[in-house]
């Protein structure tokens, strides 16, 4: 079957790097008019009122893909209390408002993924508490928001991507540290940011129609 997002408007929030940049060249490449929410293109979606201000040009809005993200490398007697709330501002909250925006935008067969992680599943090497609280957290997000908009024929799914080959594991992790990483997964590599989006496509492709409140583990057999 071949993948066709002609005439269907992708939002992307976090679409300036890493995985969130891919998701827009690929859907872009499938045929989607696709426009991403970030700061670094003028949008800073902690401030409700630009996030409103932006998506006043949309009439409707057919995928909604939450990438955004930020991290910092420490344990908890080093996080400061203004930190934890960046965190948990940027990855959950956020995702909370600009997702509540959309859905008046959306219709019958829209879709709605959500990015966390592994350290949402489980634990992290590399993470602190406030960043795999906050990706555990939008795990929960996804199963309810599933649960509310079922009826409404709207899917909301999760992908959990494992540490992959991007700027924030570059500035999180040594080169002896991912090598030592890599020797650890069944599949014996870090993944790509191709690996991550493929799951994305399908998750808003036909191919999913019945596939709603799932979290996929993207992980090359980590346990």
Not at 38 to 43: A, I, K, L, P, Q
Not at 116 to 145: D, M, P
Request: aromatic share 6%; charged share 25%; net charge neutral.
């Amino acid at each position: 079957m071949k993948i066709d997002f002609s005439n269907k408007i992708t939002i992307v929030v976090g679409g300036s790097r890493g995985i969130g940049l891919k998701v827009k060249e690929k859907f872009s490449s499938l045929g989607s008019e696709v426009y991403s929410i970030s700061r670094t293109e003028g949008v800073d979606i902690s401030i409700p009122e630009q996030v409103d201000k932006y998506l006043m040009q949309f009439k409707k809005i057919d995928f909604l893909i939450n990438v955004v993200g930020i991290n910092y490398t420490k344990k908890i007697e080093e996080i400061e209390l203004s930190e934890w709330e960046e965190v948990i501002k940027t990855n959950l909250t956020s995702i909370f408002y600009v997702t509540k925006q959309c859905i008046s935008k959306m219709d019958q067969g829209s879709r709605i993924v959500n990015v966390s992680s592994i350290a949402g599943r489980n634990r992290s090497l590399v993470s602190g508490v406030h960043y795999t609280s906050s990706k555990s957290g939008l795990i929960g997000f996804t199963r309810q928001l599933a649960f509310e908009l079922g009826p409404k024929d709207i899917n909301v799914n999760c992908v959990c991507p494992s540490q992959t080959l991007t700027q924030m594991l570059e500035e999180s992790m040594t080169k002896e540290e991912q090598k030592k990483l890599s020797d650890d997964i069944p599949l014996k590599r870090l993944a790509t940011v191709d690996d991550q989006v493929g799951p994305i496509i399908f998750l808003c492709s036909e191919l999913s129609n019945y596939l709603t409140g799932a979290v996929i583990d993207v992980n090359g057999g980590q346990i």
